[in-house]
């Protein structure tokens, strides 16, 4: 068995394009040549929130025409006001650009987890558990400042109510996904600090050993909540 | 063609392992291996042993719901309101808790490690905890019969506004459960259909290919596909409905006067609830069927002694329909007042999805054609379920078309329809694969005798059952009715067929007892199976013990030559060749060398 197993999986002869998709498919024990069982589970279970999501905003697109009130000025409603000059989508943008940066910081901390650079990675993931905390704060203010000016998920003074309703439901399962990844990568963090994912430690409850393929699929997730994102943004903030 | 001597060395047909294999964890304690167990195989147990318990509670439903409609006016304590919440728990346990769970969470979790020799899932905690998120989410639902209000009423499809307004029954806990309960669900699902999507793509064994797999594996895989892309929708709506009924969000609920009085909804849409309700709910129609159709293939072509006809079409069948499933879904919804030309679409995409399905129906017939056949009890099944099966086909092309379908919408004859189709036809699987795998479970048979009065009385009392239906539905009987009442065009003697249905479906229930007594009585007095009772090919068959031990297989693992069908070849020395026995090369026709 394990005295027949290659020693190196980066060995394996892989062909390139079409044909390799089919030699792989039509091989045994992977579909997907390379790919460690978590990294192929993230992508499935990726999928999945895709579809998630994905209902979440036809859902919104359906109400909004379903409606009969007219729907808020949202350029307007998503304003801040700054030395006495109202400014759109000012607070939204800056948003934005923090959780886009994130992404950056993670894909920077994936390739130095493979460099197996340790203090690098965990610093890396930690500014972007920064970022991500600072995104799920921003939006808690803005939360406030709608709440403040009457917003409720059953009624606003702007317009239909089914924009506070699907404002608070869309906004906020996307704010849970962050805040999930956030504590994810607080304790990705401490586990590459402390050196597990190098002595490859058993994990606390699943008992699998560390490596750093975890920093990049805590990546992926990252990154598909970041995607999602632009998505809202452009859906509620521009439409 | 010349042949390279092997000897032992398995990589001349197989390639070498590209992993090391992962260690196994290994509980220290009794609680460790039976009750918060990371292996599969007593997850797959957990799963089928609650599934099977709750839809036991679903089983008792049904039969106070005939009872009401057989002999109405007679049991004082089936008011309208109880008959309302016992439909709708029955629809929703039997379809989900039950049928879902069972088919996936059971037979999945069981069979698909063994059948694609795996030593377990892939990630066995999160597997785990997929079992125990479900069994709290079947308590959730339970929990609603003990709240005040009871359990909700507003129908399986929990269609709004009526769902959302409080005059359903269970119209404050038990709506808010049942939502609840299946969001939990779903999330429990969702851990556990990863592990059997990410098992079959990535760690089956060395020379198991996917055009090896038995169809069991591949009709399993492709439904937790079909799950884990349908139920989101749920999901969602799930979630919709419980802000809908709790903050008084208007996402599902139009403007609307409820006695008199002008509620505070506005501007929803309650045709939305219905399209992401059965963007999920046709998807789930296959996530049952399609088990079925795999579980049914492996048990027709062990007990035929023949090669299942047409293996790759059979493959190929199971992804186009699991495909097309998705661009079907409102045919559910043809009365709902969405647009006709939508209802132009779905009816053609909908008679396109009977072509793979009846490709599949002729393979099976094929497969029997000129077999060996061995008539025990899982082949019984297995073929009661062709039948049922092409039953339910058929009135669902009557369903499909939406001029037909406008006059028999809500009538007996749907009801009679999906009965045949999603409930027997998987419920005869179901059975038949319990038969068939309980030998490898406990190492020991079912008993045939009681198995065989077990198959008559459940094939012959559903037909019983649910042919007489079919007429009531021309009649115009509308279903979910509490009770006829008097109308110009229902005659007095549909009475009398109602009643003959409630027998039937009481007979055919107490007979279940009986399969539940042979199921206990064998456990401990059975006759012992052996390794491979049934001389089937596939790996589960193959394991050094009986039950299988944790890790499934003994030292090493498995290694595969050939595909699962190798029934009746000719030339070879016993009427089966298991998947990893190596080619005899001074057999004729013996596998064929690695280049």
């Known amino acids: 068995m394990t005295n027949e197993a290659l020693t190196n999986p980066a060995s394996l002869p892989v062909e390139n394009g079409l044909k390799g998709v089919v030699s792989d498919w039509s091989s045994d024990q992977r579909a997907f040549k390379k790919v460690p069982w978590g990294k192929a589970m993230m992508w499935v279970f990726l999928l999945s929130d895709t579809f998630v999501f994905a209902s979440f905003l036809v859902s919104y697109m359906t109400v909004r025409i379903s409606t009969t009130v007219p729907w808020p000025n949202v350029s307007k409603v998503f304003s801040l006001t700054v030395g006495g000059q109202e400014v759109p989508l000012l607070l939204i943008a800056i948003m934005t650009f923090i959780l886009i940066s994130s992404s950056g910081t993670m894909a920077m901390a994936v390739k130095f987890g493979y460099q197996k650079d340790r203090r690098k990675t965990a610093l890396l993931i930690l500014a972007t558990a920064a970022f991500g905390a600072t995104f799920v704060g921003m939006q808690a203010f803005e939360w406030t400042k709608l709440i403040m000016e009457g917003v409720r998920p059953w009624g606003n003074p702007f317009g239909a109510p089914q924009f506070g309703s699907s404002f608070f439901m869309i906004t906020g399962f996307h704010g849970f996904h962050v805040s999930v990844g956030v504590v994810f ?40 909540v970041d995607l999602v994102w632009v998505f809202i943004f452009a859906f509620f903030y521009l439409w | 063609m010349t042949y390279v001597p092997i000897g032992h060395d398995a990589t001349v047909y197989a390639p070498p392992a590209e992993t090391p ?59 309208p309101s109880a008959y309302l919440q016992m439909v709708s728990m029955h629809g929703m346990i039997m379809v989900i808790y039950l049928l879902t769970a069972l088919f996936l969470g059971g037979f999945g979790n069981y069979l698909i490690p063994l059948m694609v020799g795996a030593r377990d899932m892939v990630f066995p905690y999160l597997n785990m905890l997929s079992y125990w998120i479900y069994l709290f989410a079947v308590l959730l639902l339970l929990a609603s019969f003990f709240v005040p209000g009871g359990p909700t009423g507003a129908g399986w499809t929990m269609y709004p506004p009526q769902a959302i307004l409080t005059g359903a029954p269970g119209a404050g806990w038990g709506i808010i459960l049942m939502l609840v309960s299946l969001a939990f669900f779903i999330v429990g699902f969702t851990m556990g259909g990863l592990n059997y999507v990410v098992t079959v793509l990535q760690a089956r064994t060395r020379g198991m290919t996917l055009m090896r797999m038995p169809l069991t594996v591949w009709a399993i895989f492709t439904a937790t596909i079909l799950a884990l892309l349908a139920f989101p929708a749920l999901f969602v709506s799930a979630i919709m409905m419980t802000l809908d009924l709790t903050l008084g969000t208007s996402f599902f609920m139009p403007g609307i006067v409820s006695q008199g009085k002008q509620l505070g909804y506005g501007g929803g849409s309650p045709v939305l609830f219905q399209h992401l309700f059965w963007f999920f709910g046709h998807p789930e129609v296959y996530i049952v069927a399609l088990p079925a159709f795999g579980i049914v293939s492996d048990i027709l072509s062990v007990n035929a002694r023949k090669n299942i006809f047409g293996y790759r079409m059979m493959v190929w069948a199971i992804v186009g329909i699991g495909a097309l499933s998705f661009v079907v879904w409102a045919h559910h919804m043809y009365v709902s007042g969405m647009n006709p030309y939508f209802g132009f679409f779905f009816a053609t995409t909908t008679l396109i999805i009977a072509i793979p399905t009846a490709l599949k129906v002729y393979n099976w017939v094929l497969t029997l054609w000129q077999g060996n056949i061995r008539l025990n009890v899982p082949m019984l099944f297995a073929i009661g379920f062709i039948f049922t099966f092409i039953h339910g086909g058929l009135t669902g092309i009557f369903l499909g078309n939406v001029a037909v379908d406008l006059a028999l919408s809500d009538t007996m004859f749907v009801v009679a329809h999906f009965h045949m189709v999603m409930a027997i036809a998987p419920v005869l699987v179901v059975m038949g694969a319990i038969y068939h795998w309980y030998p490898k479970m406990t190492g020991r048979m079912l008993d045939d005798t009681l198995g065989k009065i077990h198959f008559w009385v459940t094939f012959l009392g559903s037909y019983a059952i649910y042919l007489p239906m079919h007429y009531l539905g021309f009649l115009g009987v509308p279903r979910r009715y509490y009770a006829m009442g008097d109308t110009y065009f229902v005659p007095d003697s549909a009475q009398s067929l109602n009643a003959s249905i409630t027998i039937a479906a009481l007979v055919v229930g107490v007979f279940q007892l009986l399969f539940l007594y042979n199921l206990v009585w064998s456990y401990f007095k059975g006759k012992p199976s052996g390794d491979n009772p049934w001389e089937a090919t596939t790996l589960e068959w193959q394991t050094a013990d009986t039950p299988p031990k944790h890790g499934n297989f003994g030292p090493e693992l498995p290694v595969v030559y050939r595909w699962a069908y190798d029934y009746s070849v000719p030339g070879a020395a016993k009427d089966f060749i298991p998947q990893n026995e190596p080619p005899d090369l001074s057999a004729a026709g013996a596998g064929v060398p690695r280049t």
Not at chain 2, 45 to 71: D, E, K
């Open chain 1, 185 to 224: 990568l607080l304790i990705m963090a401490a586990k590459v600090w402390r050196g597990d994912l190098d002595r490859e430690t058993p994990g606390f409850l699943t008992g699998r050993r560390g490596n750093y393929e975890m920093v990049e699929i805590m990546g992926l997730y990252w990154h598909f």
């Open chain 2, 21 to 79: 294999e992962p260690e196994l964890y290994h509980p220290k304690t009794f609680i460790g291996k039976y009750i918060w167990s990371q292996d599969a195989k007593v997850i797959a147990i957990q799963y089928s042993i609650t599934a099977i318990g709750v839809g036991l509670v679903a089983l008792v439903l049904s039969w106070l719901m005939r009872l009401q409609l057989g002999f109405p006016n007679t049991f004082s304590f089936i008011d």
